[in-house]
């Protein structure tokens, strides 16, 4: 009996999840969400915090929020209630609301980053026409989670979309409101078209 060259074993290799916690990562509690906020605001972090509000609000995957336009969410100099985004994985807009915490922490990043409603809302340190990266988005969440004695192994980039969905179903326990949030861009398409 011969043994298969897709077996590891033959390979002694190591898995390259091995020692990784694999699945879903946990959602933020309200106690977290307060603690990095006030972790942000003691450091005077404000595009890290304005980046940490909109993607507790937002609900958005990393690399559609890192892509965020100064234009998408401001209008008329003021930040707007309600945005709408294409979202890069589906091609489908995506609806959400900001709420104040965000606006307040948006109104005072945009005020100190200046630029055109062309201009990414979180620009990148390198390339001075890019936007943030994926990858650096997702080492300031780990330092986030970190820094207020969270394992960042638990926790990442898609803690922060689930988190409010997450506050929601706790608050109300009814989740066909949860399903109508989740599926926002499916509905927006459809009342479009």
């Known amino acids: 009996m011969g043994y ?5 074993a033959v390979h002694e290799r190591r898995p390259w999840n091995a020692g990784q916690n694999v699945g879903p990562k946990r959602p933020l509690k309200p106690r977290d969400i307060w603690a990095i906020r006030f972790y942000l605001d003691e450091h005077k972090r ?13 609900k958005l995957r990393g690399c559609d929020l890192v892509k965020i336009k100064i234009g ?6 003021s930040i707007r209630n309600r945005s709408t985004v294409i979202q890069q994985k589906t091609g489908r807009p995506v609806q959400f609301e ?9 109104a005072t990043w945009l ?3 200046r630029g055109t409603v062309l201009d990414f809302a979180f620009p990148s340190r390198i390339d001075y026409l890019g936007h943030l990266s994926t990858r650096q988005y997702a080492r300031l969440v780990d330092e986030w989670v970190s820094t207020v ?45």
């Open 4 to 8: 298969s060259d897709l077996d590891p």
């Open 46 to 58: 404000l595009r890290d915090r304005a980046l940490f509000d909109l993607a507790l609000d937002s």
């Open 72 to 77: 998408d969410i401001t209008s008329g100099g």
């Open 98 to 106: 900001i709420m104040t915490e965000a606006r307040k922490s948006l």
């Open 111 to 113: 005020e100190r980053r």
């Open 149 to 193: 004695g969270l394992d960042k192994r638990e926790y990442g980039t898609h803690s922060l979309q689930r988190t409010k969905v997450s506050l929601i179903y706790k608050a109300t326990g009814n989740l066909r409101a949860v399903q109508i949030l989740l599926r926002m861009a499916t509905y927006c398409q459809r009342t479009a078209g």
